[in-house]
């Protein structure tokens, strides 16, 4: 029985998946991978959500800082946990939700420590902290990846944007749909380390609103490139 996306077009897009990995690796070398932690990995990619590293880094050493430890961060209230999240903006919210993902931890585990969620099935541990108010594919994927190692493909909004430049992904395809398609497409072995590649590409050269396209490792297969060079479509 065949896959429902096909073979041929799984094994095209590895392929092109792993020459994509490949390239970025040679000119910027292995990257570091931010592993930690699985309550603080969920914790700071929670409050990267519409924002930058920068900021996400400050409302998380001042919630280090007014917190000892998750029980007291767990036992403050919404307003004294949302003004150290300022930085991060939408801090109300992010403090709802933080505080609720350390009531469901502690209901789930019997203590504030998540270790126990890297111990359970992939597909189990992902059901289970997409049920969680505020963990959407990328957090939870984040979770798995850097916190319990698992080799799966988080998708940002970098790595999106970069995939439906280069004609991987279609332009209208959302965050949910990305991750379904390239879960399957992205070769495990190299699932973590394309991630944090892609990432710092985007950030850096291929840029929402002003991408460097003198700079671009992909000028063949950029859509985007292309467009601006006025080369579509010959």
């Given at each position: 029985?065949?896959?429902?996306?096909?073979?041929d077009?799984?094994?095209?897009?590895?392929d092109?998946?792993?020459k994509?990995?490949?390239?970025?690796?040679?000119?910027?070398?292995?990257p570091?991978?931010?592993?930690?932690?699985?309550l603080?990995v969920?914790?700071?990619t929670?409050?990267?959500?519409?924002?930058?590293?920068?900021?996400r880094?400050?409302?998380f050493?001042?919630?280090?800082?007014?917190?000892?430890?998750?029980?007291?961060l767990?036992?403050?209230?919404?307003?004294?946990?949302?003004e150290?999240?300022?930085?991060?903006?939408?801090?109300r919210?992010?403090?709802?939700?933080?505080?609720?993902?350390?009531?469901?931890?502690k209901d789930?585990?019997?203590r504030?420590?998540?270790?126990?969620?890297?111990?359970?099935?992939?597909?189990?541990?992902?059901?289970?902290l997409l049920?969680?108010?505020?963990?959407?594919?990328?957090?939870?994927?984040?979770?798995?990846?850097?916190?319990?190692?698992?080799?799966?493909?988080p998708?940002?909004t970098?790595?999106?944007?970069?995939?439906k430049?280069?004609g991987?992904?279609?332009?209208?395809?959302d965050?949910q749909?990305?991750?379904e398609?390239?879960s399957q497409?992205?070769?495990?072995?190299?699932?973590r380390?394309l991630?944090?590649?892609?990432?710092?590409?985007?950030?850096k050269?291929?840029?929402?609103?002003?991408?460097?396209c003198?700079?671009?490792?992909?000028?063949?297969?950029c859509l985007?490139?292309r467009?601006a060079?006025g080369?579509?479509?010959?």
């Amino acid at each position: 029985m065949s896959s429902p996306l096909g073979f041929d077009i799984i094994f095209s897009m590895r392929d092109k998946l792993r020459k994509i990995y490949e390239t970025l690796l040679m000119h910027h070398g292995s990257p570091s991978l931010p592993e930690g932690d699985p309550l603080e990995v969920l914790v700071k990619t929670v409050l990267s959500q519409n924002t930058n590293d920068r900021n996400r880094d400050l409302a998380f050493e001042r919630l280090k800082r007014f917190f000892p430890n998750w029980e007291a961060l767990l036992e403050a209230s919404e307003e004294e946990i949302s003004e150290c999240l300022r930085p991060a903006g939408l801090n109300r919210q992010k403090a709802r939700w933080i505080k609720g993902m350390l009531e469901r931890i502690k209901d789930k585990f019997g203590r504030l420590d998540l270790s126990g969620l890297c111990e359970m099935g992939k597909e189990e541990a992902l059901e289970w902290l997409l049920g969680i108010k505020g963990i959407g594919m990328k957090t939870a994927h984040c979770v798995l990846a850097f916190g319990c190692g698992h080799d799966v493909f988080p998708v940002d909004t970098h790595i999106l944007r970069i995939c439906k430049r280069l004609g991987l992904l279609p332009p209208k395809v959302d965050l949910q749909k990305a991750h379904e398609v390239l879960s399957q497409w992205v070769p495990r072995e190299i699932a973590r380390e394309l991630h944090v590649l892609l990432i710092r590409y985007g950030q850096k050269v291929c840029k929402a609103r002003t991408p460097l396209c003198s700079d671009c490792l992909f000028p063949e297969e950029c859509l985007y490139h292309r467009r601006a060079d006025g080369r579509e479509g010959n």
